[in-house]
């Protein structure tokens, strides 16, 4: 078995590398001419404030809402490249939102940041006009890289979610894959273009009080030697409900390309995360019933 992932492994790097667009090929690879069932809802009037949505393929009852950020060093992403994301959750029989967010250096941060409340906030209300198709009390939110930070942050400091109506409360739990929680002082210059002078205190998840945090599911890749495993144990350490899963012999794309279901399906990503989604489920089963 180790042996048909390495091959597995060898055979989308080398697709990777004979490709333009590396995500872009792999998302086709993966998703084929899966679309959003709604694409480009407008949360914000910038251009980048789209979001996607997908509904599971079983529509005779609302589906649960996970909202995926993806990452990009928050100066680049494309919500239409992670369709292999929302079929892996779909199939799962979560609805999916998408959304693009402003990017690095047309803005900084907290913009992003702020974007991820209002999608937030905006697909509360579309669950609520539309309630036959999604529950969104609470929602998911799940993210890769940069894209799990903004989820993880938004939540942690109190006053992104509140300056939307919203609160931790209306957060079910949050998956983090392959996070920067930790990274101050921004020794790269991606976090020094896009965070500036922020002090600590504004930008790291592992400053805030994290004593409202829902429960959370961190996983990270002992050989990613982009966002190290540390900001992950750090955060585990800090907050008052999440759980650590460290995946041997995985880089930083390691556990995003583990949501595909061609050659890169990794169990040691997707079992935690089914029962992490399961676990959430159960709790809120008396608030979804009512909606």
């Not at 609805?95 to 697909?123: C, K, S, T």
């Not at 939110?141 to 006053?159: E, I, K, P, R, T």
Request: proline share 7%; with cysteine.
């Amino acid at each position: 078995m180790r042996v048909l992932k390495l091959t597995a492994n060898a055979l989308i790097a080398a697709l990777f590398l004979a490709a333009c667009d590396k995500l872009a090929a792999f998302n086709h690879l993966q998703a084929g001419d899966y679309h959003p069932t709604v694409a480009d809802l407008r949360y914000g009037d910038d251009e980048r404030q789209k979001l996607d949505l997908y509904l599971p393929p079983d529509r005779s009852k609302p589906a649960p809402l996970i909202v995926w950020f993806y990452g990009g060093s928050w100066d680049s992403g494309d919500k239409a490249k992670y369709a292999f994301v929302a079929k892996r959750f779909t199939d799962m029989g979560y609805a999916v939102a998408i959304p693009d967010y402003r990017l690095v250096p047309q803005i900084r941060f907290p913009e992003f940041i702020e974007d991820g409340a209002r999608a937030l906030a905006f697909m509360k209300h579309y669950g609520d006009q539309h309630p036959d198709r999604i529950t969104v009390s609470p929602m998911i939110l799940a993210g890769h890289s940069a894209g799990a930070y903004n989820a993880v942050q938004l939540v942690a400091d109190q006053s992104y979610l509140a300056s939307v109506g919203m609160s931790s409360n209306d957060i079910a739990g949050i998956i983090g894959l392959s996070g920067p929680y930790d990274f101050y002082p921004y020794d790269v210059k991606a976090t020094r273009i896009a965070f500036g002078e922020t002090p600590a205190a504004q930008s790291q998840p592992v400053e805030q009080d994290l004593s409202h945090m829902p429960p959370m599911l961190l996983i990270t890749g002992t050989r990613d030697h982009t966002v190290y495993p540390r900001n992950s144990r750090r955060l585990a350490e800090l907050a008052p409900d999440a759980k650590l899963i460290e995946i041997d012999d995985t880089g930083h794309a390691g556990t995003l390309i583990a949501l595909g279901s061609i050659l890169t399906e990794n169990r040691a990503v997707l079992d935690p995360i089914r029962e992490f989604l399961a676990a959430r489920k159960m709790q809120t089963a008396p608030l979804l019933s009512t909606q």
